[in-house]
């Protein structure tokens, strides 16, 4: 098995992360417990998979709202 998730190049999540998230939830999912990526698992599973949906389940944003200004 891979080390990391096979969707780890140009996951649109990461472009909401400032660095020190990114390097947390890259640790702890992507290249550590990615098969419990809720994001993972709806791609894998062929559904549209939400922008504002976190590796563990949570939202970024509310839904229905606009991504909050990077
Ligand atoms: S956030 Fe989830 S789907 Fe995206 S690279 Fe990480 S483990 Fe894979």
Redesign the pocket.
């Known amino acids: 098995m891979s080390a ?6 140009g ?4 472009r909401h992360f400032r660095a020190q998230a990114q390097h947390v ?2 640790e702890l ?3 550590g417990d ?1 098969a419990s ?4 698992k709806l ?1 894998l599973a062929g559904q549209p ?1 939400p922008a504002n949906l ?2 563990h389940g949570g939202t970024l944003w509310q839904n229905g709202e606009q991504p909050p200004p990077s």
């Not at 990391?4 to 190049?9: M, S, T």
């Not at 996951?11 to 990461?14: A, D, E, R």
Request: hydrophobic share 30%; aromatic share 20%; net charge neutral.
């Open positions: 990391q998730c096979e969707f780890i190049e996951c649109p999540i990461y939830f890259r999912y992507c290249e990615f990526c809720e994001r993972r791609r998979v976190l590796p």
